[in-house]
């Protein structure tokens, strides 16, 4: 559900990326309040996860899509929905600036989607009044599937919204939407279930860490040092090797693109904001779509260098084992872990000089 910034208008992105500031200001001002210690670090060790499992596509049966981790459920019921939003900023900040996986136009619009829905409405909403104060497995699987289903439905609506919006595609909203949504949903069930895995994981292991999302409870760093160390374990086999069997179909918002309009990426303007960002992206981006850079004869295009290319990677085959983007895979969440992790560490030094 990462937008293009073909879909965005500047008028909308610059709203967007407004909003998103202000929820960035809003959500460092609540967690320079908090006196926990071990969300720092908890921080950057999630987002490098999800970082790394956001690279996985898994099918979706019978469609001809795929759908990935959106996350921002379980960062918002391990940090708590103010950390959680920074860290899915830092996650898409990364993927944006250094991976061109969504414009950067659009970045404050991908932000709002897929953080401000699962942290300030599915989470305090809908999964905390499912789940309750002393959850059992049952009361996290309901409220990880109900949560999941209903902040990945705002976001892909909220897609469509700003793409109408926008006005610079000939996307019908009704075709677009009807679309969108229940590919969505289908997306959607499977991130309940990652999600109710990854929070019973913790429940069984540190359930402490579960009372720490709305609380001012300190309980200290060292105790979470075997999750740390467990996460960041998943996050290397995730990245470094199981990101080669995603899936090659279209993702739910690609889907959605090629059967209403029958392309999956519709082409931006040539000019104005449009053509200086994505110049920006082009040279800020060391491994575009998770891949090294390839090579172009001065003056050649894209096409041509692909067709002179003597040895085409095939697009069928599967899993699709390249380095590129196992180097891709342990860079991003490396990079994520430092800007999520440092992002943390330095508001609450801030809070502690100004104290």
Sequence with gaps: MHMADALISPTVGGIMWAATAGLTVYSAGKIKTDTDESKAPLMGVLGAFIFAAQMINFTIPFTG????????????ILLGPHAAFLTMASILTVQALFFADGGLLALGCNIFNLGFFPCFIAYPLIYKKIAGDRPTRGDIFMASMAGSIFGLQMGAFAVVLETLLSGITDLPFSAFVILMQPIHLAIGIVEGFATAAVVGYILQTRPEILGMADSMHRAGSRSFK???AGF???TVIVGGALSWFASANPDGLEWAMLHTSGKEELDAPHNGIHSLLARVQEKTSILPDYSFK???????????AAADDPQPVSEE???????G???SGLVGAG???LLAGLLGFG?????????
């Excluded at 085959?317 to 380095?323: F, L, M, T, Y």
Aim: hydrophobic share 40%; no cysteine; glycine share 12%.
């Design 65 to 76: 899509s795929s759908g990935h981790l959106g996350g921002g459920l379980i960062l918002a």
């Design 325 to 327: 983007t196992t180097t």
């Design 294 to 304: 390839k090579s172009e004869p001065e003056g050649a295009s894209q096409e041509e």
């Design 347 to 355: 508001i609450r030094r801030l809070q502690a000089g100004n104290q």
């Design 232 to 234: 960041l374990a998943v």
């Design 335 to 337: 990079m994520t872990l």
């Design 226 to 228: 075997s999750v740390l």
């Design 317 to 323: 085959s599967w899993p699709a084992v390249d380095i």
